[in-house]
């Protein structure tokens, strides 16, 4: 078992109305270099799971263990799982007290393992979906015990509900379609009901959106294809649940096909099924083009008005990533981070994103094996080794009824190598908007409701007063959006201790801090 290190740290309270950094604890796993896929699942307010393959040359399988942490990051307890060295971990999911791990063989078949672990029990149990198979996973959720996973069958989108306490699937109809993409599997507030989101090309030959509903055993509750314009193509999109028999669906559009973005869209679809679109230009948001500077970010704006009204086609070279549609009392919050991409393909937008669901990561074992399966590709198909410019973190939000209510904006301007994955965190607490992100050994948390001009800068607390960071690894670092208004900071330090005869120490380390808008404690 590993040594646990534990520390609370002084309350840092804030006499003015922008974000505060509250520091609270620091958990810290001596770490071997032969290791570098930890992933960090939030438990929210049960604590967090630091999940830690111990991977090693020439053994035909490989031990995982399993870190289940309080919400104070003091250890509970550990688990350890055996699994073939040809398993990757394709997702995670946490709901109920259970924290459920998806993991896929990388042979022909793709089988597919789910891992099942009780908080509260602390049992733990293995399910083998052997009907599931040649699916290239994209998507992984959990509702009502029942495993929703989807992803590509010969090139079409397919999605199954996996009843675990039967062990039976079943495939959701209207989803395996030709030249189609799957966009989101989304759990509703309702928790009975998920939406699946897939791409279509209409009578128009423009690229539109199916959004179907099923309840949590599979079966279809209603469908229906989002009215676009003619040349508007819908590149992406996250939903809403349904309330009222009325839906909210967001995402990125183009005009034409093959081409940047122009805008965002807004669908509202109300009790009788009539839609109403809005086409936002990124020119018609208070803030969207703040982060190139004040002098340029006008004449963007004006460029992109001045096509609007002259029916003009404008268009500028972003891409996003979204994780969801947040729905607070106050209307829906959609939440992405905007970076440079280096093309734009209309027709296979998502799948060279390689499935960016809230709880999926392409994962362990990642040594020694080739970059030949899709999963592993990044966003344009090339070499892992990428550096990917992130610009923005972006807010909006809109009431039930698609209006645009408020948009925010945090510069970024940050580089990301590897693979394409989102650079930071959101999180939302009453009417305040969180962005927080690691970089360069700096923690860097935003208040997106414009109360305050910059956001906070600081170093990470460490263990020990003295210690000092020798070495951060910045290929692995990154933020977790855990619960209320708390995060996750997570990465591979080496640490240079206080007490001058004592050795460093090379560690995989999580931090909780807490964002305060106000003094709040």
Same mark, same amino acid.
């Given at each position: 078992m590993k040594k646990l290190f534990s520390l609370c740290f002084l309350v840092l309270v804030g006499l003015e109305l922008n974000a505060q950094i509250n520091h609270l604890a620091r958990y810290e796993i001596p770490h071997d270099w032969n290791n570098d896929d930890y992933i960090v699942v939030s438990k929210e307010e049960q604590g967090a799971l630091i999940i830690e393959p111990v991977i090693q040359s020439g053994l035909k399988d490989y031990p995982i263990i399993f870190h289940h942490l309080n919400n104070d990051l003091k250890l509970d307890w550990t688990d350890t799982l055996d699994v073939k060295r040809q398993l990757f971990l394709k997702g995670y999911h946490y709901a109920q007290k259970k924290t459920y791990l998806l993991f896929q063989n990388t042979s022909v078949s793709r089988e597919i393992k789910l891992v099942v672990i009780d908080q509260e029990t602390r049992k733990m149990e293995a399910f083998e979906p052997r009907s599931i198979v040649d699916l290239e996973i994209q998507e992984f959720e959990v509702l009502r015990n029942t495993a929703i996973i989807g992803g590509y069958i010969d090139e079409r989108p397919a999605v199954f509900a996996y009843d675990i306490d039967n062990q039976k699937v079943r495939t959701l109809s209207n989803v395996y379609q030709n030249n189609s993409e799957l966009l989101e599997v989304r759990i509703n507030a309702d928790s009975v009901t998920f939406n699946v989101l897939s791409s279509k090309n209409d009578s128009k030959k423009d690229r539109t959106i199916n959004i179907n509903t099923y309840d949590f055993g599979g079966n279809a509750v209603r469908d229906y294809e989002i009215e676009t314009i003619r040349d508007h193509h819908l590149l992406n999109a996250i939903s809403s649940s349904i309330y009222n028999k009325e839906q909210i669906v967001i995402g990125l559009y183009a005009i034409k096909a093959g081409t940047f973005p122009s805008g965002i869209f807004i669908n509202h679809v109300d009790r009788t099924g009539q839609q109403s679109?809005?086409?936002?230009?990124?020119?018609?948001?208070?803030?969207?083009?703040?982060?190139?500077?004040?002098?340029?970010?006008?004449? =963007?704006?004006?460029?992109?008005?001045?096509?609007?009204? #002259? !029916? $003009?086609?404008?268009?500028?070279?972003?891409? +996003?990533? &979204?994780?969801?549609?947040?729905?607070?009392?106050?209307?829906?919050?959609?939440?992405?981070?905007?970076?440079?991409?280096?093309?734009?393909?209309?027709?296979?937008?998502?799948?060279?994103?390689?499935?960016?669901?809230?709880?999926?990561?392409?994962?362990?074992?990642?040594?020694?094996?080739?970059?030949?399966?899709?999963?592993?590709?990044?966003?344009?198909?090339?070499?892992?080794?990428?550096?990917?410019?992130?610009?923005?973190?972006?807010?909006?939000?809109?009431?039930?009824?698609?209006? =645009?209510?408020?948009?925010?904006?945090?510069?970024?301007? #940050? !580089? $990301?190598?590897?693979?394409?994955?989102?650079? +930071?965190? &959101?999180?939302?607490?009453?009417?305040?908007?969180?962005?927080?992100?690691?970089?360069?050994?700096?923690?860097?948390?935003?208040?997106?409701?414009?109360l305050d001009e910059e956001p906070s800068v600081e170093p990470l607390v460490l263990m020990e007063p003295g210690d000092k960071v020798n070495f951060t690894k910045e290929g692995y670092q990154g933020v977790t959006r855990w619960y209320d208004n708390r995060f996750l900071v997570y990465g591979v330090q080496t640490i240079k201790p206080g007490n001058t005869n004592a050795k460093n120490r090379r560690v995989f380390f999580v931090n909780s801090i807490k964002a305060l808008a106000t003094t709040e404690d």
């Open positions: 679109m809005k086409y936002v230009s990124f020119g018609e948001f208070d803030t969207f083009l703040d982060h190139n500077g004040e002098r340029r970010a006008e004449k =963007l704006k004006k460029r992109a008005l001045k096509a609007r009204q #002259e !029916s $003009k086609d404008w268009r500028y070279k972003t891409d +996003g990533l &979204f994780r969801e549609l947040i729905e607070t009392p106050e209307g829906l919050i959609m939440v992405g981070e905007f970076f440079k991409p280096l093309s734009m393909n209309t027709q296979s937008y998502m799948r060279n994103q390689a499935g960016l669901s809230p709880h999926f990561r392409n994962s362990f074992p990642t040594r020694n094996l080739s970059t030949n399966d899709p999963n592993l590709m990044n966003y344009n198909q090339s070499a892992r080794q990428v550096n990917w410019d992130f610009t923005h973190a972006f807010a909006i939000m809109v009431d039930r009824k698609g209006n =645009l209510v408020w948009d925010r904006s945090a510069t970024i301007d #940050e !580089s $990301k190598e590897d693979v394409l994955d989102n650079f +930071g965190a &959101f999180q939302i607490k009453g009417s305040q908007v969180y962005y927080a992100l690691y970089h360069k050994e700096e923690l860097r948390l935003s208040n997106l409701n414009g």
